[in-house]
């Protein structure tokens, strides 16, 4: 999941998570920013370096959550081809992982994809995949195709061994049927902007695109000859407003309001308000269906998202994913 920051990437991958995870399914959903931005959304405490259930779905289902620590994930790394052991906790506390991590800022996202990838392959004693789904809070739209493209630098790098083979089959993963990137974006000009640069840079760099996902939509509450009526208002433009005006006076006045007459004028200005906002939101909704993507809708919920916003947002998801496909 990606997204211009602040649109809601962290909620969405929380809610796509839920939303996978129902009726009897498990999903990972993991954090790569190490903000602690999911244990925050679920309302549990900081979220060590360990898979661990945070919540239960619809119908049955576990979501796992993993905040992935970079440190502790390079000496993983290091252990699975290098055997440190303890050579490993000496080199922590000499500071090599940040040493490391200084000089090779590609590595810290090597070891963020490659940990994603682990789990995505994973499977149990009965050779089982271990998770459904692994929904991953990414990084967002402006460094993207960067993050997920580096195992592919580092392929190119270390052009034999273990490395060269790790890096490759992490690339093999992200740039599989497997896995799709999905962008949030709100129906406004910036985001919208940014999304359609995100998908020519994924599609670019050969990376699968999944869906855009619209956040926060808020509905319309006036009908398409009201909007027309309000839109035709403004400075030099008498158009149906009076009558409209006219009309609003006596529902107003019906209703047993005092002043009503008063508050004619600001109904008539918020309501072209609401009329502009809806013309903008169409235009931009027209930009996105260019990107031949599917486009899913999330409300926008009042008041900060509490948990049960969250499962709101996951069936509101469920109730527009397409069916499951079978498992390969
Ligand atoms: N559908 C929604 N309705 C209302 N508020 C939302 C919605 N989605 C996200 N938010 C709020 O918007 C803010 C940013 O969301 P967050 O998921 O942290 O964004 P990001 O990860 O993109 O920075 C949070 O306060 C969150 O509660
Ligand atoms: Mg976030």
Redesign the pocket.
């Known amino acids: 999941m990606t997204?211009?920051?602040?649109?809601?990437?962290?909620?969405?991958?929380?809610a796509l998570a839920l939303a996978l995870a129902s009726g009897g399914k498990r999903t990972l959903l993991v954090e790569v920013e190490g903000r602690q931005?999911i244990a925050q959304?679920f309302e549990t405490e900081a979220l060590p370096y360990e898979e661990r259930k945070i919540a239960v779905a619809h119908n049955g289902g576990e979501v796992h959550a993993l905040a992935i620590d970079p440190e502790r994930a390079l000496l993983d790394y290091l252990q699975m081809f290098y055997k440190l052991g303890s050579a490993g906790r000496a080199l922590k506390k000499l500071g090599a992982i940040d040493f490391a991590t200084t000089i090779a800022p590609g590595l810290r996202d090597v070891l963020l994809t490659g940990k994603a990838c682990e789990a995505v392959r994973r499977r149990d004693k009965n050779e089982q995949r271990v998770y459904d789904a692994v929904v991953m809070?990414a990084p967002?739209t402006g460094r993207i195709a960067r993050f997920l493209g580096v195992n592919e630098e580092v392929a190119g790098l270390a052009k034999v061994g273990p490395v060269h083979n790790q890096a490759q089959a992490v690339m093999r993963v992200l740039k599989s049927p497997e896995t799709a990137v999905h962008l949030?974006t709100l129906l406004e000009e910036m985001p919208v902007q940014e999304t359609i640069d995100g998908v020519a840079e994924l599609r670019a760099a050969g990376l699968p695109v999944g869906a855009a996902l619209v956040?926060?939509?808020r509905p319309q509450l006036l009908d398409e000859d009201l909007l027309d009526v309000a839109e035709s208002d403004g400075p030099g433009r008498r158009g149906g407003t009076a009558e409209l005006g006219g009309e609003l006076a006596h529902a107003l006045a019906r209703a047993g309001l005092p002043h009503a007459d008063r508050l004619v004028a600001p109904l008539l200005t918020q309501a072209r308000e609401h009329a502009e906002r809806v013309g903008l939101e169409r235009e931009q909704r027209a930009e996105l269906a260019e990107l031949g993507l599917p486009v899913y809708e999330?409300?926008?919920?009042?008041e900060?998202?509490e948990l049960a916003?969250l499962y709101q947002?996951a069936a509101d998801l469920r109730d527009q994913l397409p069916p499951p496909r079978e498992a390969a």
């Open positions: 997204g211009k920051g602040g649109t809601g990437k962290t909620t969405v991958a929380a931005g959304l809070d967002p949030v956040n926060m939509v999330l409300g926008l919920l009042g900060g998202i916003g947002l």
